[in-house]
Every structure is written in structure tokens, then in C-alpha cells.
């Protein structure tokens, strides 16, 4: 089954959102997984409508774009995941991540900078740990 098929018949006998949301969810990974980056950001884009503050739907489509080599794209999107979910620690470590890689090195010690403040902020022991390393990893 094609994602265009897939988001049909969820249209045609929608189950509950959050069965929805985490269906949508697990075919896009899968799709993404199998190099289908359009379908996966087909079932992400319609995850990201019905749920536009859970910041895995950002983080998925983003993924779909830099892995396609959209990186313009990709950082754009991971942005509107900050803009929206301003907590979103990842949005932020993966915005880190495609400013490296366009070079845009001046930006990438804020963005990680502010990723390791979110941590902090909320209290995630795991999160700051990961960020750090990112930071080492990026910023050296």
C-alpha cells in the first residue's frame, strides 16, 4: 500500500486521533526506513495537521527533507518545530545539525547552546547528557 492510499483510508474510516497519530507515525518511520522519503512525508505532513505541537511530527518530516538532501528544507521545518513547540530540546539539536552541515557555523553554537539551556530547563538528566555530546560533536 502507497501512503496516498494509506492517508485514504484513514479518511474513509478514521480511527481514534491518538491511534491516528501513532499509526501515522510508525508507517512514516517505516516508509522513511525503506528510502521512500516522499511517502514518508506524505503520512508526516498529515500527522503534523492533526497534531501540530507534538514535536515528533517535526522532527519526522524534517528528517524525511535532510536525509533527501533538502537541507534548506529540512532546517526550516526543525525551526517551526522550535516556533511551535518552543520546549522541543531535539527540534533545536537536529536545527544544530543541518546549519553544520550548510556551513553555517557562526549559528550552530546558538542553536546547541539553546538546546543544552531546554535541557536544563526541563530537567532531563538523559536529554542534557545527549545534547553535550552533540555539542562536543558538532561544536569541535
Not at 31 to 47: C, I, N, S, V
Not at 62 to 80: D, S, V
Not at 131 to 140: K, N, Y
Request: aromatic share 6%; hydrophobic share 40%; proline share 4%.
Amino acid at each position: 500500500m502507497d501512503a496516498a492510499s494509506f492517508v485514504s483510508q484513514f479518511r474513509r474510516e478514521p480511527p481514534s486521533p491518538t491511534e491516528t497519530i501513532e499509526k501515522l507515525y510508525s508507517v512514516g518511520h517505516w516508509l522513511l526506513e525503506q528510502e521512500r522519503y516522499a511517502d514518508a512525508a506524505l503520512a508526516f505532513r498529515t500527522m503534523l495537521r492533526s497534531a501540530p505541537t507534538d514535536e515528533r511530527s517535526w522532527l519526522a518530516l524534517g528528517a524525511c527533507h535532510e536525509r533527501a538532501g533538502q537541507l534548506r528544507i529540512a532546517l526550516e521545518l526543525y525551526g517551526a518545530g522550535t516556533a511551535v513547540v518552543p520546549t522541543s530540546v531535539r527540534c533545536q539539536v537536529a536545527r544544530a545539525r543541518v546549519l553544520r552541515e550548510l556551513n553555517r557555523d557562526a549559528q550552530v553554537q546558538d542553536a546547541i547552546e539553546k538546546a543544552l539551556e531546554l535541557a536544563r530547563e526541563v530537567g532531563d538528566e538523559e536529554l542534557v547528557r545527549i545534547v553535550e555530546a552533540e555539542r562536543e560533536s558538532l561544536c569541535h
